[in-house]
């Protein structure tokens, strides 16, 4: 039976990034820059005080204290150009405001009598004290290679202090959300009470869309051959389907059964893992065909597991690996031999080291496991029968923020 990594790397190897767009910064949040871009403007345009304070010579304190003549006040803003320093003489400055000529340090005002016609300096100063320098941050026509980062409010910042108002990002994915089964009834329709709600598809939407994927959740398809099929060749512009349910080997598990006639080419049918041993990958032409357990905590785990990745990888992103940290187990687990298994746990910091608290139950079934837990912890076919606490192990997260806020 194929290995998790086997088939992490058979997704990897058929994604491909999709094509790009131009759009405004200000528009960008959470979008896959495409490529550089070049600084229009040098930051600061001039040198700059840090500070509310004097433009002074510097010189001209070493031999502090000292008296210097004020010759007027600079605020911020300003683009006089004629101003200048002799020895002797300063400019009150404020934070932000150009340096005029001739000075070349900036004195704060805690450090001065605070005078306005004259004021004593009462310490020696260096030369760019409290001076920020001309195009220290950017310099006109420097490159910002920010390529393969999702835009965050800081990147917007950058960008738009550099002059840049658009840039080139990654299409999103377009990716459809299938549930299929009889037993499960659409979140939008009355249906009887004794059939289970999907919530694979709304859950595997939700993850999709917080990896930057457009994902659209098209209901649920009841057990019927002929139903899959006219759902399938419905589909028109899609770059990914996502499915739940139907991949097993049962007598009602018609993805498998369908795949021939729609021209679906699967690249594995099921990998050595717990849960979601029932996985399945392939392609439709040019669409990737991600075919997920319908147990919910097998759904939510192939969908973080094969499925971000890809989706990260299709959108550009530079690194859209899952990579594991370290942690301890909080509590001894027993596991049997066989696949390999990741278990649901709560990653909590005690005493600034990583910890890993197993829910209950690891049944597929348990949906409250997965509000319960943030990560997976990995256990490999080496570690079989009771493993302490205190065991270091790997663990994959899906939910950070509720790790470290």
Not at 321 to 330: C, Q, S
Not at 378 to 386: A, C, H, Y
Request: aromatic content about 8%; some cysteine; charged content about 25%.
């Amino acid at each position: 039976m194929l290995e998790t990594g086997q088939a992490v790397d058979i997704v990897l190897k058929d994604v491909y990034k999709l094509g790009t767009e131009r759009v405004s910064i200000f528009e960008a949040l959470g979008r896959v820059i495409a490529e550089p871009v070049k600084a229009r403007r040098d930051l600061p345009a001039r040198d700059m005080s840090a500070m509310d304070g004097y433009a002074i010579i510097s010189s001209d304190t070493d031999g502090a204290p000292v008296k210097l003549k004020v010759k007027g006040v600079i605020p911020a803003g300003s683009i006089d150009g004629s101003l200048s320093v002799e020895s002797g003489s300063c400019y009150r400055i404020m934070t932000g405001a150009f340096v005029p000529a001739g000075a070349d340090a900036v004195i704060q005002h805690e450090l001065t009598d605070n005078g306005m016609e004259t004021v004593t300096v009462n310490g020696p100063v260096k030369k760019g004290f409290c001076i920020r320098c001309r195009g220290e941050d950017m310099e006109s026509g420097g490159v910002i290679d920010r390529t393969g980062e999702r835009v965050t409010p800081y990147h917007i910042a950058r960008y738009v202090s550099a002059g840049v108002f658009f840039v080139s990002v990654y299409r999103k994915p377009k990716v459809a959300v299938i549930s299929t089964g009889s037993e499960i009834a659409d979140p939008g329709e009355q249906d009887s009470p004794l059939k289970t709600f999907d919530s694979n598809g709304p859950l595997i939407k939700a993850m999709l869309r917080e990896y930057g994927a457009e994902a659209s959740y098209l209901g649920v398809v009841p057990d019927s051959r002929e139903e899959l099929v006219k759902m399938f060749t419905s589909l028109k512009g899609y770059d990914m389907v996502v499915t739940s349910a139907g991949i097993s080997a049962g007598d009602f598990d018609f993805m498998n059964i369908i795949a021939d006639q729609l021209g679906i080419k699967w690249q594995f049918d099921t990998v050595n893992q717990k849960p979601g041993m029932h996985m399945s990958f392939g392609r439709m032409g040019d669409t990737l065909v991600f075919a997920c357990p319908g147990n919910p905590v097998s759904a939510m785990f192939c969908t973080y597991y094969y499925v971000k990745p890809a989706v990260l990888k299709m959108s550009g992103v530079k690194d859209y690996t899952n990579v594991p940290v370290i942690a301890r187990l909080g509590e001894t687990v027993f596991k049997k031999k066989g696949r390999v298994q990741f278990d649901r746990v709560k990653l909590v910091v005690e005493n600034g080291v990583l910890t890993a608290y197993p829910f209950g139950s690891q049944d597929s079934h348990r949906i409250e496991s997965m509000v319960y837990a943030n990560a997976f912890a990995r256990f490999d076919n080496s570690m079989i029968g009771e493993i302490p606490a205190g065991s270091e192990i790997e663990i994959y997260v899906f939910n950070p923020e509720q790790v470290l806020g």
